[in-house]
């Protein structure tokens, strides 16, 4: 049993890695985003390709942060090739639970789900803030499942009943009734930057 789950581990990462090259998104290399004409949508599509944003949407990180509505979704980019070895740029998706809290699964050191403050992305290069579908009715629900699975373990890859940051994410919008924030892609895997393309965009964060 010990065998095989390291075995889909690794297929996990080498899967991983691979899709660096294969998807358009993917073969993005660097972060550069700067400001468009004001008063126009987010491209979500189109976002990481062009990394255009309405002037009004470009914010700081730590302002998008503090706009981003409890419930809402971020997903966390870096700056260079590095991040993109495997997961791609923005590798990280956390989500804002309350003023000055995330709560989200970051990484195997770091440990599994838990709740962090929201200065912890000022680190960051950048910040996606996007609408999870969250209405403000359904935020006592949010905050009760995310206690009830607050120091659940992670998992590379969300196998089994743990999560990675993408899969602890689609938890919490099940608990909702509503439909994954993080898609499956053609490996069968979750890579936090495909829940770009699809959502409503509400504001980007720089440094």
Same mark, same amino acid.
């Given at each position: 049993?010990?065998?095989?789950?390291?075995?889909?581990?690794?297929? %996990?990462?080498?899967?991983?890695?691979?899709?660096? *090259?294969?998807?358009?998104?993917?073969?993005? !290399?660097? /972060?550069?985003? #700067? &400001?468009?004409?004001?008063?126009?949508?987010?491209?979500?599509?189109?976002?990481?390709?062009?990394?255009?944003?309405?002037?009004?949407?470009?914010?700081?990180?730590?302002?998008?942060?503090?706009?981003?509505?409890?419930?809402?979704?971020?997903?966390?980019?870096?700056?260079?090739?590095?991040?993109?070895?495997?997961?791609?740029?923005?590798?990280?998706?956390?989500?804002?639970?309350?003023?000055?809290? %995330?709560?989200?699964?970051?990484?195997?050191?770091? *440990?599994?789900?838990?709740?962090?403050?929201? !200065?912890? /992305?000022?680190? #960051? &290069?950048?910040?996606?803030?996007?609408?999870?579908?969250?209405?403000?009715?359904?935020?006592?629900?949010?905050?009760?499942?995310?206690?009830?699975?607050?120091?659940?373990?992670?998992?590379?890859?969300?196998?089994?009943?743990?999560?990675?940051?993408?899969?602890?994410?689609?938890?919490?919008?099940?608990?909702?009734?509503?439909?994954?924030?993080?898609?499956?892609?053609?490996?069968?895997?979750?890579?936090?930057?495909?829940?770009?393309?699809?959502?409503?965009?509400?504001?980007?964060?720089?440094?």
């Amino acid at each position: 049993m010990i065998r095989m789950k390291r075995s889909r581990i690794f297929w %996990l990462a080498l899967a991983g890695a691979a899709l660096t *090259g294969c998807t358009p998104v993917q073969n993005v !290399s660097t /972060l550069q985003f #700067r &400001a468009g004409a004001a008063g126009t949508q987010i491209d979500a599509a189109a976002l990481l390709l062009t990394q255009l944003v309405p002037a009004d949407r470009l914010l700081s990180i730590s302002e998008a942060v503090e706009r981003a509505p409890d419930g809402s979704v971020i997903v966390a980019c870096q700056a260079g090739p590095r991040g993109a070895l495997s997961w791609g740029l923005c590798s990280h998706i956390t989500r804002k639970l309350s003023a000055g809290l %995330l709560t989200e699964s970051p990484n195997l050191f770091a *440990g599994g789900v838990q709740t962090v403050p929201a !200065s912890s /992305l000022n680190r #960051r &290069a950048a910040v996606i803030v996007l609408d999870a579908g969250v209405r403000p009715e359904m935020l006592p629900a949010l905050r009760a499942e995310a206690n009830r699975l607050n120091r659940a373990p992670y998992s590379v890859g969300g196998m089994g009943p743990d999560y990675d940051c993408s899969t602890y994410q689609n938890a919490l919008q099940h608990a909702l009734g509503l439909p994954d924030v993080v898609p499956r892609n053609a490996w069968g895997i979750y890579l936090p930057q495909d829940a770009v393309a699809g959502a409503r965009v509400l504001w980007v964060g720089i440094q």
